[in-house]
Protein backbone atom coordinates (compact mmCIF):
# COMPACT_ATOMS: atom_id res chain seq x y z
CA UNK A 1 0.00 0.00 0.00
CA UNK A 2 3.29 2.03 0.58
CA UNK A 3 3.84 4.91 -2.81
CA UNK A 4 7.53 5.16 -1.40
CA UNK A 5 10.17 2.45 -1.85
CA UNK A 6 12.58 1.67 0.35
CA UNK A 7 15.08 -1.09 0.56
CA UNK A 8 13.85 -3.47 3.53
CA UNK A 9 17.10 -3.42 5.30
CA UNK A 10 20.95 -1.88 5.37
CA UNK A 11 23.49 -2.88 7.23
CA UNK A 12 27.11 -1.87 8.31
CA UNK A 13 29.66 -2.27 11.12
CA UNK A 14 30.04 0.19 13.77
CA UNK A 15 31.44 3.61 12.19
CA UNK A 16 30.69 2.90 8.97
CA UNK A 17 28.17 4.85 6.50
CA UNK A 18 24.99 3.60 5.43
CA UNK A 19 22.35 5.02 2.75
CA UNK A 20 18.80 4.50 2.41
CA UNK A 21 17.19 5.17 -0.76
CA UNK A 22 13.90 6.54 -1.50
CA UNK A 23 11.86 6.42 -5.06
CA UNK A 24 8.77 7.53 -5.94
CA UNK A 25 7.58 9.87 -8.68
CA UNK A 26 6.79 13.49 -9.90
CA UNK A 27 3.26 13.67 -8.19
CA UNK A 28 5.05 13.10 -4.90
CA UNK A 29 9.09 13.26 -4.32
CA UNK A 30 9.50 14.93 -8.02
CA UNK A 31 7.68 18.58 -6.35
CA UNK A 32 7.52 18.07 -3.22
CA UNK A 33 9.68 18.10 0.04
CA UNK A 34 11.47 14.67 1.32
CA UNK A 35 10.97 13.96 5.45
CA UNK A 36 12.71 10.98 6.90
CA UNK A 37 11.86 9.31 10.67
CA UNK A 38 13.52 6.94 12.98
CA UNK A 39 11.46 4.68 15.00
CA UNK A 40 13.70 2.94 17.60
CA UNK A 41 11.78 -0.22 18.42
CA UNK A 42 8.35 -0.20 20.46
CA UNK A 43 8.37 3.40 19.81
CA UNK A 44 6.52 6.11 17.92
CA UNK A 45 8.21 7.66 14.87
CA UNK A 46 11.44 10.97 15.32
CA UNK A 47 11.66 13.47 12.74
CA UNK A 48 15.13 13.28 11.44
CA UNK A 49 15.14 15.30 8.63
CA UNK A 50 12.95 17.34 6.85
CA UNK A 51 12.62 19.92 3.46
CA UNK A 52 15.00 17.50 1.94
CA UNK A 53 17.95 17.72 3.62
CA UNK A 54 17.02 19.89 7.06
CA UNK A 55 17.83 18.86 10.70
CA UNK A 56 15.39 19.71 13.50
CA UNK A 57 17.41 21.20 16.67
CA UNK A 58 19.01 17.87 18.39
CA UNK A 59 19.67 15.99 15.21
CA UNK A 60 22.66 14.95 14.73
CA UNK A 61 24.74 16.30 11.91
CA UNK A 62 25.51 12.11 11.47
CA UNK A 63 22.22 12.33 9.40
CA UNK A 64 22.08 13.74 6.59
CA UNK A 65 19.57 14.22 3.56
CA UNK A 66 19.22 14.75 -0.18
CA UNK A 67 17.02 14.54 -3.13
CA UNK A 68 17.16 14.12 -6.61
CA UNK A 69 14.53 13.62 -8.88
CA UNK A 70 11.93 11.39 -8.24
CA UNK A 71 14.27 9.73 -5.49
CA UNK A 72 15.58 10.82 -1.98
CA UNK A 73 18.54 9.29 0.30
CA UNK A 74 18.98 9.08 4.08
CA UNK A 75 22.58 8.87 4.91
CA UNK A 76 24.01 8.15 8.42
CA UNK A 77 27.90 8.37 9.02
CA UNK A 78 29.40 6.99 12.31
CA UNK A 79 27.33 4.40 12.61
CA UNK A 80 26.37 3.80 16.23
CA UNK A 81 24.52 0.45 18.23
CA UNK A 82 21.83 3.36 19.06
CA UNK A 83 20.96 3.81 15.25
CA UNK A 84 19.70 0.47 15.25
CA UNK A 85 16.43 1.13 14.46
CA UNK A 86 13.35 1.68 11.39
CA UNK A 87 14.07 4.25 8.91
CA UNK A 88 10.57 5.44 7.15
CA UNK A 89 10.49 8.36 4.36
CA UNK A 90 7.71 10.71 3.86
CA UNK A 91 6.41 13.25 1.35
CA UNK A 92 3.08 14.87 0.07
CA UNK A 93 1.54 13.31 -3.10
CA UNK A 94 -0.05 16.17 -4.82
CA UNK A 95 -2.14 13.88 -7.23
CA UNK A 96 -3.43 11.96 -4.20
CA UNK A 97 -3.73 15.18 -1.63
CA UNK A 98 -2.44 12.75 0.95
CA UNK A 99 0.98 12.85 2.68
CA UNK A 100 2.45 9.14 1.79
CA UNK A 101 5.07 6.90 3.42
CA UNK A 102 7.77 4.60 2.48
CA UNK A 103 7.81 1.24 2.90
CA UNK A 104 10.51 1.32 5.56
CA UNK A 105 13.96 0.29 6.09
CA UNK A 106 15.10 -1.89 9.09
CA UNK A 107 19.15 -0.61 9.66
CA UNK A 108 21.20 -3.21 11.65
CA UNK A 109 24.53 -2.52 12.96
CA UNK A 110 26.81 -5.15 12.93
CA UNK B 1 6.22 21.67 26.42
CA UNK B 2 3.85 20.68 23.36
CA UNK B 3 2.34 17.19 24.09
CA UNK B 4 -0.17 14.60 21.89
CA UNK B 5 -1.64 12.21 23.30
CA UNK B 6 -3.82 9.30 21.73
CA UNK B 7 -7.06 7.73 23.83
CA UNK B 8 -9.54 5.16 22.69
CA UNK B 9 -10.43 1.35 22.45
CA UNK B 10 -7.71 -1.05 23.14
CA UNK B 11 -10.78 -3.38 21.44
CA UNK B 12 -13.41 -3.06 18.73
CA UNK B 13 -15.20 -5.99 17.06
CA UNK B 14 -15.54 -5.99 13.55
CA UNK B 15 -18.13 -3.83 11.71
CA UNK B 16 -18.10 -1.54 14.81
CA UNK B 17 -17.15 1.90 14.81
CA UNK B 18 -14.26 3.16 16.23
CA UNK B 19 -13.27 6.72 17.28
CA UNK B 20 -10.06 7.95 18.68
CA UNK B 21 -9.39 11.43 20.25
CA UNK B 22 -6.33 13.11 20.08
CA UNK B 23 -5.65 15.24 23.30
CA UNK B 24 -3.17 18.17 22.84
CA UNK B 25 -1.46 20.64 24.61
CA UNK B 26 1.10 23.72 24.18
CA UNK B 27 0.52 24.84 20.39
CA UNK B 28 -3.02 25.99 18.87
CA UNK B 29 -4.52 24.34 15.94
CA UNK B 30 -5.58 27.58 15.19
CA UNK B 31 -1.83 28.74 14.09
CA UNK B 32 -1.74 29.94 10.46
CA UNK B 33 0.07 26.70 9.08
CA UNK B 34 -0.37 24.12 11.68
CA UNK B 35 -2.42 20.90 10.98
CA UNK B 36 -2.49 17.35 13.13
CA UNK B 37 -2.76 14.20 11.42
CA UNK B 38 -3.59 10.63 12.32
CA UNK B 39 -1.07 7.87 10.94
CA UNK B 40 -1.63 4.42 11.89
CA UNK B 41 1.46 0.82 11.64
CA UNK B 42 0.13 -2.78 11.63
CA UNK B 43 2.23 -4.89 13.24
CA UNK B 44 5.70 -4.97 11.81
CA UNK B 45 4.39 -2.88 8.85
CA UNK B 46 5.21 0.34 7.59
CA UNK B 47 3.41 3.88 8.78
CA UNK B 48 0.08 4.45 6.42
CA UNK B 49 -1.21 8.41 6.31
CA UNK B 50 -4.76 8.75 7.77
CA UNK B 51 -6.64 12.16 7.57
CA UNK B 52 -5.48 15.87 8.44
CA UNK B 53 -7.18 18.37 9.68
CA UNK B 54 -5.60 22.31 9.25
CA UNK B 55 -5.75 25.27 11.34
CA UNK B 56 -8.00 26.66 8.83
CA UNK B 57 -10.62 23.72 8.82
CA UNK B 58 -9.33 22.10 5.86
CA UNK B 59 -9.18 17.94 5.85
CA UNK B 60 -7.76 15.74 3.82
CA UNK B 61 -8.02 11.67 3.66
CA UNK B 62 -6.23 8.29 2.63
CA UNK B 63 -7.72 7.50 -0.90
CA UNK B 64 -8.41 4.34 0.03
CA UNK B 65 -9.98 4.94 3.25
CA UNK B 66 -11.42 8.45 2.97
CA UNK B 67 -15.21 6.43 2.78
CA UNK B 68 -14.80 5.00 6.18
CA UNK B 69 -13.21 8.19 7.95
CA UNK B 70 -13.95 11.40 9.55
CA UNK B 71 -12.01 13.63 11.50
CA UNK B 72 -12.82 16.69 13.36
CA UNK B 73 -11.82 19.10 15.81
CA UNK B 74 -12.56 21.16 18.95
CA UNK B 75 -10.55 23.71 19.59
CA UNK B 76 -12.10 24.83 22.99
CA UNK B 77 -10.44 21.60 24.44
CA UNK B 78 -7.82 21.02 22.53
CA UNK B 79 -9.12 17.76 20.95
CA UNK B 80 -8.93 16.15 17.56
CA UNK B 81 -10.92 13.12 17.15
CA UNK B 82 -10.61 10.50 14.08
CA UNK B 83 -14.07 8.05 13.59
CA UNK B 84 -13.43 4.65 11.48
CA UNK B 85 -16.52 2.68 10.62
CA UNK B 86 -16.63 -0.65 9.86
CA UNK B 87 -13.68 -1.60 11.12
CA UNK B 88 -12.05 -5.07 9.78
CA UNK B 89 -9.53 -7.47 11.74
CA UNK B 90 -7.03 -5.26 8.98
CA UNK B 91 -7.24 -2.57 10.89
CA UNK B 92 -5.49 -3.88 14.14
CA UNK B 93 -2.94 -1.25 14.66
CA UNK B 94 -1.11 1.62 16.49
CA UNK B 95 -2.44 4.54 15.73
CA UNK B 96 -0.67 8.07 16.20
CA UNK B 97 -1.80 11.73 15.84
CA UNK B 98 0.91 14.28 15.22
CA UNK B 99 1.77 17.82 14.62
CA UNK B 100 3.78 19.10 11.52
CA UNK B 101 6.00 21.89 11.71
CA UNK B 102 4.13 24.50 11.48
CA UNK B 103 4.00 25.53 7.80
CA UNK B 104 5.89 22.52 6.77
CA UNK B 105 4.27 19.11 5.69
CA UNK B 106 6.68 17.14 8.32
CA UNK B 107 5.61 15.83 11.66
CA UNK B 108 8.10 16.94 14.31
CA UNK B 109 5.88 16.44 17.87
CA UNK B 110 4.05 12.37 17.62
CA UNK B 111 1.66 10.99 20.80
CA UNK B 112 2.99 7.65 21.98
CA UNK B 113 0.45 5.98 19.80
CA UNK B 114 -2.53 3.75 20.95
CA UNK B 115 -2.82 0.02 19.67
CA UNK B 116 -6.03 -0.54 18.57
CA UNK B 117 -7.17 -4.55 17.65
CA UNK B 118 -10.18 -6.05 15.86
CA UNK B 119 -11.53 -9.03 16.64
CA UNK B 120 -14.74 -10.59 17.85
Known amino acids: QSVLTQPPSVSAAPGQKVTISCSGR????????VSWYQQLPGTAPKLLIYDNNKRPSGIPDRFSGSKSGTSATLGITGLQTGDEADYHCGTWDSSLSAYVFGTGTKVTVL | QVTLRESGPALVKPTETLTLTCTFSGFSLTTTGMFLTWIRQPPGKALEWLARIDWDDDKYYSTSLKTRLTISRDTSKNQVVLTMTNMDPVDTATYYC????????????WGQGTMVTVSS
Open chain 2, 98 to 109: ARNLVGITAFDI
Open chain 1, 26 to 33: SSNIGNNY
